[in-house]
């Protein structure tokens, strides 16, 4: 390999790393059904799962540590019969 080549791609490699060394920094905006911007300035640490399947796709991508509250019928994995708060279910015909 030429030595121009190896100059590209250590400076490439370096490139990587730098970027993927800095930590992501930025602020999420949503806006909500009435129309009300929410700025969160970093993610959120703290999640309510309304479904006993968000539950489980919380605890599957290793987000589990962040439930604070959850529906009365999780009980899938065992640590989801743990959480700390429980947030009675909804009607399913309830209509805004």
Do not use: Q
Not at 37 to 53: C, F, N, Q, S, T
Not at 71 to 77: G, K, L, Q, R, T
């Amino acid at each position: 390999m030429s030595a121009h080549r190896v100059a590209i791609w250590r400076t490439l490699l370096l490139g990587i790393l730098l970027i993927t060394a800095l930590p992501a920094r930025a602020e999420i905006s949503v806006t909500d059904d009435l129309g009300r911007k929410v700025v969160l300035e970093k993610p959120a640490r703290r999640i309510v799962a309304l479904a006993p399947h968000i539950v489980e796709n919380l605890y599957s991508a290793g987000a589990g540590e962040w439930l604070v509250g959850a529906v009365e019928y999780c009980d899938y994995p065992e640590a989801a019969k743990k959480s700390p708060a429980w947030v009675p279910s909804a009607p399913t015909a309830w209509r805004p």
